[in-house]
């Protein structure tokens, strides 16, 4: 925190003076899929009032079962269990207590550096989608502490808050199955990838144009630079547009960027992925085992289905003749 007031003043007053847009803990994951898995990541961002950090111990809030934290060099990793409040359901029957704190101390980090305390859990299945559940953190340093443990009540904001615990909302578990595709979505890393795809091209066809759905459910963009299938002997990420009533692509060179909470639709039309120098032709009905290349999350093999010659999406029969469309045309 750089408050103009001065060091040596006692805990609980650099606490009133904390507020939430100065908060020095966070959640790197804001979200967890209910009966899902969950990595929780702590982020100390400051010390105390220029103070190197030697302990944050998290609260694993009701519903999050089975918590286990990673170690961490330099510290030492200590952990309280209790009974939960209802039983849940789990792999193997029901449980009914487990990990309720989760402390790492002994470290010291220096204010004007950054770290992470990792530990992972399980959503329950009794944490209902479009809630939020809070996981108060307390942290302390050679000199001062914090508590990030307030809870906002109904109808109040965690901007009101001086000191408010880290929430995390839980959401509706991943769909099993994507409605056109046989394959559901591809978790990589803090990416969902759903319903890839291919149009089928006339035999003889040099280029084909690929389509995929791609969501960011991280706190750090992912960039999208190449896609490979075997067919083809290169895969770029093209766009479209419309200069005079003439449609024209252009490679995106430095790939395409897929910003935290956001969700990128490549579609006919649109940006799309042009696989060039085809070997064969894909055919529909097909699939076409491939790979999609991003920068932070690496290269995920994802499984292509192929839609008619001039389909506009992967469950759809085929769009208007190719003639009518002109010549850009994936
Ligand atoms: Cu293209």
Known sequence: MKSPIRTGLPAALLLALATAAEAHALLEHREASTDSAYRGVVQIMHGCDGRPTTRVSVTIPEGMIGAKPMPKPGWTVTTTRGPYAQPHRSFHGTVSEGVKTITWSGGALPDDQIDEFTFL?????????????????????????????????????????????????????????????????????????????????????????????????????????????????????????????????????????????????????????????????????ESVQGSLTFRRAGTVPVTFTVAPIGALSPGAAAGPAPAARGHHDH
């Open 121 to 285: 859990a399980r959503v329950s299945d009794t944490l209902a989608p479009g809630t939020s559940v809070y996981l108060p953190i307390e942290q302390d340093c050679t000199e001062g502490s914090y508590r990030w443990r307030e809870i906002p009540v109904e109808g109040q904001s965690a901007r009101d808050l001086k000191a408010p615990a880290p929430a995390v909302r839980i959401v509706a578990a991943a769909q099993k199955t994507a409605p056109a595709a046989a394959a559901g979505p591809v978790k990589a890393g803090d990416l969902a990838i759903e319903t890839p795809w291919l149009r089928a091209t006339p035999a003889g066809a040099k280029v084909a144009g690929g389509y995929v759905r791609i969501t960011n459910t991280g706190s750090s963009p992912d960039t999208l630079t190449a896609a490979a299938i075997p067919l083809a002997s290169r895969g770029d990420i093209h766009t479209m547009s419309t200069e005079n009533g003439v449609m024209k692509m252009a490679p995106l060179p430095d790939g395409l960027t897929i910003r935290p909470g956001e969700t990128v639709e490549l579609k006919p039309g649109g940006l799309h992925l042009m696989f060039e120098g085809l070997k064969g032709a894909p055919k529909a009905g």
